[in-house]
């Protein structure tokens, strides 16, 4: 049986949600964001940063959130040790005696329960937003994220996180996958259809974390359980795509691997546990009937046409040993003169490859342009288009062995 057979369905259906992209991204919910401007108003605020052994970063992530153009008697800034072991604690120490700044210390029991901390320290703040040690935002990022809010209904917003100083390809190939992302959160907003509300700078309406109640381990993705049990509730989660974060990611292969497949676990082990009433289930409009079933779709099918794609070159490793150890004398692989090589074979299967490819090329570029986002992309696309594909498999694979066998891992 051919590739194409099993290839088709999935890039029909990666081919599908791109036209939905561009279409809702065209729709007039989405011209009304882009077009929001930046809050004037200075509701009161708590940010949270959530530290386990950053005595590298949060010195950086504090000075960023100083910076913030925003009064200071409306912003608290709130440190949160998590029983690092390294330097952290004295670094945060420093900070004692700024009265914008709050620093606790506390036991190591998970980002949840640091985050959770914070929260009960912000009693007079109407939002709540979180920062992780290792990301840094710009100066106008918190009004940005303020007027998204003007809606009572919207109890959370996200960021537009890009990566910060990228420098390997590597680094530079996640910074364009997080700016292809900038473009999806920004489209999916429009619909209602945000899943997850990252680490780096998303903020929550505290009357509605009082509702629901505080963050959870959640299989150590409480931002993503956050995000869809605000969903179930009946509540918004919008974006604002200018408020720019930049944070640190991995620097090598098998860090990315390890920080990848904690993410896929945890959105399969929450769907499909906790969650799975949202899949399919048309109360939730997009999200349920697109977004969530066709995370299932992507995950399952790149790990099937991955291994389909080894099992075709194994088969084609046998081949070519039976023909010239099991032939005494065959003419089929001996070089020969052929204009073959000056035609272009385009088939269907390529057609479509070509056109998702260079759809997903022109987001990256939409989501740099809808963000602000400054830096060079050339390297990042290159990097993003011909590496992903490679090593996106690894982190899958994983992910499925772990649902499947119930494997825990650790954070780091």
Known sequence: MQLEFF??????????????????????????????PASIATPKVAIIVPCWNEQDTI?????SLLALDYPKDKLEIILVNDGSVDNTKEVMDSYIGNPQITVIHKENGGKHTAINAGIERATDAIFVGCLDADSFV???????????????????????MSVHNPRSMLERMQNAEYIFGIMVRHVLSAVNGIYVTPGPFSFYRMSVIREVGGFRHAHQAEDMEMALRMQRAGYLIENAPRARVYTKVP??????????????????RNVTQEYRDLVGNPQYGILGLM????????????????????????????RTYMITHGVPLSYTLMPHFTLEGFYLSLTFVTLLSLITGAASVAFII???????????????????????????????????????????????
Request: aromatic share 10%.
């Open 366 to 412: 939409i989501g740099k342009r809808v963000s602000d986002t400054p830096g060079e992309l050339t390297v990042g696309i290159i990097g993003y288009a011909l590496v992903t594909g490679l090593i996106a498999p690894f982190w899958l694979m994983r992910s499925l062995s772990d649902l499947v066998t119930n494997t825990k891992r650790k954070w780091r």
């Open 138 to 160: 710009a100066p106008d990022a918190l009004r940005e994220i303020v007027s998204c809010f003007d809606d009572p209904k919207v109890s959370a917003a996200t960021p537009a």
């Open 291 to 318: 977004i969530l079933p066709l995370g299932f779709v992507a995950v399952i099918g790149g790990v099937a046409l991955f291994l389909l794609a080894i099992a075709m070159m194994v088969r084609e490793i046998i």
């Open 59 to 63: 010195g950086g992530t504090v000075k």
């Open 251 to 268: 620097r090598t292969i098998k860090t990315l691997v390890k920080q990848r497949t904690r993410w896929t676990t945890g959105f399969l």
């Open 7 to 36: 290839v088709y369905p999935f890039l029909f259906l990666g081919l599908y949600f791109q036209v939905f992209l561009l279409i809702t991204f065209l729709s007039t919910p989405a011209r009304e964001r882009r077009a929001r």
